[in-house]
């Protein structure tokens, strides 16, 4: 666009641009300046100045735009007076009364416009004998003020609109990359609160069974043969838990994760164990979805291993109860004989964990000691 080249944006021109759009002002400027010249009356008797030095004013002014880009208002100003007195000026008075109305607000533009405009009765006062009637230098002033005004108006509304385009398009990247980031975020937390689940319940599970080669003596090969094969394959099942976890670029597709069905299999694993667990499912025929079932079996998960760990004896009993629509409640009591003052020292992070959970999957979680037991009691959404 040429009036785009004619004022290039701040900071974004390069000098061979710069040089040029120069050269294209001037250009116009001696252009639109000859032109007048031909048809207003510098050539007619009674002038106030001869055509040769109106045409050198006009030149001189012409040559000023040089200074348009860094001083655009008082450039104008400047040139404004030998409106006046010279119809050359008019051409250089034009472009930058352009450049101004790019960088200058609107009350500013029209008083600028209406001096302008002014010059023309002012030019024909100072004529002896004008071609033309007064009204004719006003409409012709006044049509070329307004089109130069108005186009740099135009210009000045579509930079701030591509500006904020771009401003726009900007944020919008850095909030995508901000969700990006926190997708991955999300990630990392669930696979760190997976990784807590599976680590703290089977290792809990292999602190039993050392626990109690430690406390017995005079164990038998037979024993600790099985012992050793309960550590060894809590360990074994810990890992490959860990990984279906995380993930293996080896194995595809990577296994499942445990869910309501796999309810069973965890009691029993615990009962293995040494654990008395109590069980009781008392939930409808239809299986839950498969993220509800999964977030139960977690729940359930962390649930017996707390029990394990800070319970006074390795006892629990589990309950399960709903139906579609009406919602899921887990409640899990075991014997405890702290208070809720003052937990255990070791524990807490376990029960951070099903308390995020169940707010994600939006249900409510109640947990405490009282009474020398410890409840846990979860409720969980299930959409009929």
Not at 149 to 161: D, K
Not at 269 to 293: C, H, K, Q, W, Y
Not at 319 to 331: S, V, Y
Not at 334 to 348: L, R, V
Request: net charge positive.
């Amino acid at each position: 666009m040429l009036f785009d080249l004619l004022v290039p944006r701040p900071g974004r021109q390069t000098p061979a641009r710069d040089r040029l759009a120069d050269g294209i002002a001037i250009v116009l400027a001696v252009a639109y300046g000859s032109v007048m010249v031909v048809l207003g009356d510098a050539t007619r008797p009674g002038a106030l100045l001869p055509w040769q030095a109106d045409v050198a004013l006009g030149l001189a002014c012409a040559a000023a735009l040089l200074l348009r880009r860094r001083y655009p208002l008082g450039l104008t100003v400047a040139l404004l007076p030998f409106g006046a007195v010279s119809v050359t000026a008019t051409g250089a008075i034009t472009l930058a009364l352009f450049t101004a109305a790019i960088r200058c607000r609107p009350r500013l533009l029209l008083l600028l416009g209406v001096a302008n405009v002014g010059t023309a009765g002012i030019y024909y006062l100072l004529h002896d004998h004008p071609g033309f009637a007064i009204w004719v230098d006003f409409v012709v002033r006044g049509m070329v003020t307004v089109a130069a005004i108005g186009w740099g108006m135009f210009m000045q509304a579509y930079r701030r609109l591509t500006a904020s385009l771009r401003e726009h398009a900007a944020r919008l990247e850095a909030e995508q990359q901000l969700r990006a980031e926190q997708a991955k975020l999300t990630e990392r937390a669930r696979i760190a609160r997976e990784m807590h689940d599976v680590v703290a319940h089977r290792m809990s599970l292999i602190s039993l069974h050392a626990g109690a080669l430690e406390v017995r003596s005079g164990v038998s090969p037979q024993e600790l043969s099985i012992a050793a094969g309960a550590i060894r394959s809590s360990a074994r099942e810990a890992l490959e838990e860990l990984r279906s976890v995380v993930g293996s670029p080896h194995r595809r597709p990577e296994p499942p994760q445990p869910g309501f069905a796999d309810m069973v299999e965890l009691v029993r694993i615990a009962r293995e164990a040494g654990m008395t667990v109590d069980f009781v499912n008392a939930v409808e025929a239809d299986e839950p979805p498969s993220t509800l079932g999964r977030t139960v079996y977690r729940i359930v998960q962390e649930g017996l291993t707390n029990a394990r760990k800070h319970g006074s004896g390795p006892a629990a009993s589990v309950c399960l109860a709903g139906e579609a629509g009406h919602g899921l409640r887990i409640t899990i009591v075991n014997p405890f004989s702290g208070t809720p003052e003052a937990p255990s020292p070791h524990g807490g992070l376990g029960l951070v964990g099903i308390g995020e959970r169940v707010s994600l999957a939006g249900g409510r979680v109640r947990y405490g000691g009282d009474r020398g037991e410890f409840r846990l009691e979860a409720e969980l959404p299930w959409p009929a």
